[in-house]
C-alpha cells in the first residue's frame, strides 16, 4: 500500500506540473488530486522537493537497469532524454521555477547517480584502478550535466539526441586515432 501511494503522490505532482509552475503548487494541490490526507503525504515525503529527487532518481535507475551494457551509454542517455521531452512542461516548471539553484543541485546529484551506477554496473568485471574509475564517473557526470543545463536553458528546443550522437561518434573516432592531433 505504501509503494502505491507513493506512485499516486508522485503521478498527481508530475500531473499538476504539467499544468502549472512548481511554486504554484501546494502539498494540499497534491493530497486533493490524489485523495489522501496531509499526514499521508509527509509520512512518505519532506516536501515536494524530496518528491522530484525520487522521482528523477527512480526513473534514472529504471533507465540504467535497461540499457546496462557498456556500448549503450548514449542510448541510456537517449532514454533519459525522452523521459525529459514526454514530461516538457513539467520539466520546463521545475527548470524555470525560483528554486532553480536546488533542482541544479538534484540534478547535479543525479547525474552522479546515474553515471555512477552504470559504471558500477558495466564494469563489474573490468580491471580499472579506482582512480580511473573516478575520473570517467566525473568526466560523464560533468558532461551529462553540462549538455542538459544548456538544453534546458535553451528551452529543450535543441536536437540533444542528435548532439549526444555527433558526441559519441567523435569519441569512437578518437579512440580509433583520428584527431590524435588535438591533444
Not at 534514472?60 to 525529459?84: M, N, P, T
Amino acid at each position: 500500500m505504501a509503494g502505491r501511494t507513493k506512485e499516486d503522490i508522485r503521478a498527481s505532482l508530475l500531473r499538476l506540473l504539467s499544468q502549472k509552475p512548481i511554486n504554484k503548487i501546494t502539498v494540499r494541490d497534491i493530497v486533493e488530486d490524489c485523495g489522501i490526507n496531509r499526514n499521508t503525504f509527509y509520512y512518505h515525503y519532506e516536501d515536494i522537493p524530496s518528491v522530484i529527487e525520487e522521482m528523477i532518481t527512480d526513473e534514472a535507475e529504471k533507465i540504467i537497469a535497461g540499457y546496462s551494457h557498456i556500448e549503450s551509454l548514449e542510448e541510456c542517455l537517449g532514454v533519459s532524454i525522452d523521459f525529459f521531452l514526454d514530461n516538457k512542461k513539467a520539466v520546463m516548471h521545475i527548470h524555470n521555477s525560483s528554486h532553480r539553484e536546488m533542482y541544479e543541485h538534484y540534478l547535479w546529484k543525479v547525474c552522479e547517480h546515474v553515471v555512477r551506477v552504470y559504471f558500477d554496473t558495466v564494469l563489474t568485471n573490468e580491471e580499472l584502478a579506482p582512480e580511473q574509475k573516478e575520473i570517467l564517473i566525473n568526466y560523464h557526470k560533468c558532461a551529462g550535466f553540462g549538455l542538459m543545463i544548456n538544453w534546458l536553458n535553451g528551452g529543450m528546443k535543441e536536437d540533444i539526441k542528435g548532439d549526444l550522437h555527433k558526441l559519441y561518434t567523435v569519441r569512437h573516432d578518437m579512440n580509433k586515432g583520428k584527431y590524435s592531433d588535438l591533444f
